[in-house]
């Protein structure tokens, strides 16, 4: 089924209030998932609506929260999160670096104790906007799911990295990626019957590789995916590199912001936390920028110039696939499977949305 982006972030937005947060939370809670979502990066969108609530129900994020600013330097700052949602202490704390930058050309900004931030490319997306390039280190306390190259045993999360460039009058340059080989998700959606993953994506207690959910989840034969069950791991991308930028994510996200990096102890707490360490740059604090775009369009322009690898194939940048999609979806809507929507829709009722405030399936 296809759902319109107003009438998903609408009803996302409905569901929280019911749930107990302001309409300003709840509002920016259906932007951000929703954005995810026509972005193509389905993992951290609507999906994401029934677990959310859950955390909230329980305590383990909270609703409404500010940040707070626990050191500063005119260039600098550490922020906490206060547990609060990451669609609402993110910005928050990304405004800050923002504001630093502006002022006097760069900032460096640790960022700790936010609930799940979603897609670390928002808040790429956010600083480009307004002319800034900025990088992100991300790692997530208390989700252990990826072996480090050369080893079997989970020791990383999922540590997303983020950087962008804006160039004035063409999509953002935005590369955003977890730094392992597949999201959870994916070998979740594996494990139900969808898409395989890569036959290499997971590694097992023995060392091989593997493509069977079961290395993750062990017996399949259930309804239940707890990753807690399964031997193996997922692996991180790109051999040694990949397994080096996720180690630097949990270096800079965790132990540099005070966040905390993954280990035993952290992986047996409840909800997930994020720590982000960002930095922001002015570009105009390097040359002109009319003169750094005009140098980036005619590298651009070489770069796609290739000849592809397959017939009919195309060299695209990064950013390019989000920006297609988003037209795309933004245009027809949506995609989601009946049973994530039957999820959200149970998600709503849960908190005592009635069948006139759920939109029907389109
Ligand atoms: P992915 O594998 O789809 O990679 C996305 C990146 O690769 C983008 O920069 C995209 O522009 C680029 N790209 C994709 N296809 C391309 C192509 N054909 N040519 C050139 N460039 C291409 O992303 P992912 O690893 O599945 O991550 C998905 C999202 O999950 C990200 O937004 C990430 O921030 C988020 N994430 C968040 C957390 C968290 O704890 N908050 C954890 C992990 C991941």
């Known amino acids: 089924m296809r759902i ?10 409905d569901i929280f209030e019911a749930a107990g947060t302001s309409p300003a939370e709840a509002g920016r809670i259906g932007r951000y998932l929703v954005a995810a979502n026509l972005t193509g990066h389905d993992s ?8 959310y609530v859950q955390n909230l129900k329980n ?8 940040i707070s600013i626990e050191r500063e330097t005119p260039v600098s700052a550490v922020i906490d999160g206060n547990d609060g949602f990451g669609q609402t202490v993110t910005p928050q704390a990304v405004q800050v670096g923002i504001d630093k930058a502006k002022a006097s050309g760069l900032s460096a ?5 936010t609930g799940h931030l979603g897609r670390a490319g928002d808040w790429a997306e ?3 906007e307004q002319g800034l390039v900025s990088i992100h280190f991300v790692n997530v306390r208390g989700s252990l799911l990826v072996a480090p190259f050369g080893g079997v045993d989970r020791m990383l999360s999922t540590a997303p990295f983020c950087m962008a460039v804006p160039i004035p009058g063409r999509p953002l340059l935005l590369l955003d990626f977890a730094t392992s080989l597949v999201a959870e998700g994916k070998v979740l959606v594996a494990s ?4 395989k993953v890569p036959d290499d994506a997971l590694v097992r207690p023995d060392g091989q590789t593997s493509g069977d959910p079961a290395t993750l989840y062990g017996d399949l034969s259930g309804a239940e995916r707890n990753p807690e069950n399964g031997g193996g791991a997922i692996r991180t991308f790109g051999l040694h590199k990949g397994s080096g930028l996720a180690f630097m994510c949990e270096i800079l996200g965790g132990a540099l912001t005070g966040n905390g990096t993954c280990g035993p102890r952290a992986a047996r707490r409840g909800a997930i936390r994020n720590g982000m360490m960002s930095f922001y740059l002015c570009p105009d604090l390097i040359g002109d920028p009319a003169e750094i775009a005009a140098r980036a369009e005619r590298y651009i322009a070489f770069f796609k110039s290739s000849r592809p690898a397959v017939a009919g194939g195309e060299v695209l940048v990064p950013g390019e696939p989000e920006a297609r999609t988003r037209a795309e979806r933004e245009a027809n809507g949506v995609p989601l499977p009946p049973e994530s929507w039957a999820s959200i ?4 009722q849960s908190v005592g949305l009635g069948e006139a405030s759920i939109p029907a399936a389109a």
């Open 59 to 66: 305590g383990e994020v909270l609703a409404d929260r500010t």
């Open 4 to 13: 319109p982006a107003a009438t998903l972030r609408r009803f996302i937005a």
């Open 192 to 195: 139900r019957g969808g898409k």
């Open 44 to 51: 951290h969108g609507a999906v994401r609506v029934p677990r």
């Open 126 to 128: 956010m600083a480009a």
């Open 345 to 348: 829709v149970a998600a709503a």
């Open 109 to 113: 900004i640790a960022f700790r104790n």
